[in-house]
């Protein structure tokens, strides 16, 4: 939710209830950046990120790691947002 709540405070954008935007990562995170996103299904190959799951980011290796009910995930270095309306 941190995440959440810094994004809206520095975005471009003003968005003014953090209930409406929804981060997603890809489900592949080596193909699934490489391929155009469906016009009628913008969300398809792409999981949401939960409110309870924690991120850890390598430098080293430019790579951003999910933690989600005890297991840990490498999630690439893309993450999607959505605000909904």
Request: proline share 4%.
């Amino acid at each position: 939710m941190f995440l959440i709540m810094r994004f809206t405070l520095t975005s471009e954008f003003l968005v003014l209830d953090a209930k409406k935007l929804s981060l997603l990562h890809y489900e592949d995170a080596i193909l699934g950046p490489r391929r155009l996103p469906l016009f009628d299904n913008p969300t398809a190959g792409k999981v949401q990120i939960e409110d309870t799951d924690v991120f850890s980011v390598d430098l080293d290796s430019k790579k951003v790691l999910l933690k989600r009910d005890s297991v840990v995930k490498d999630i690439g270095s893309q993450i999607i947002y959505i605000i909904k309306n």
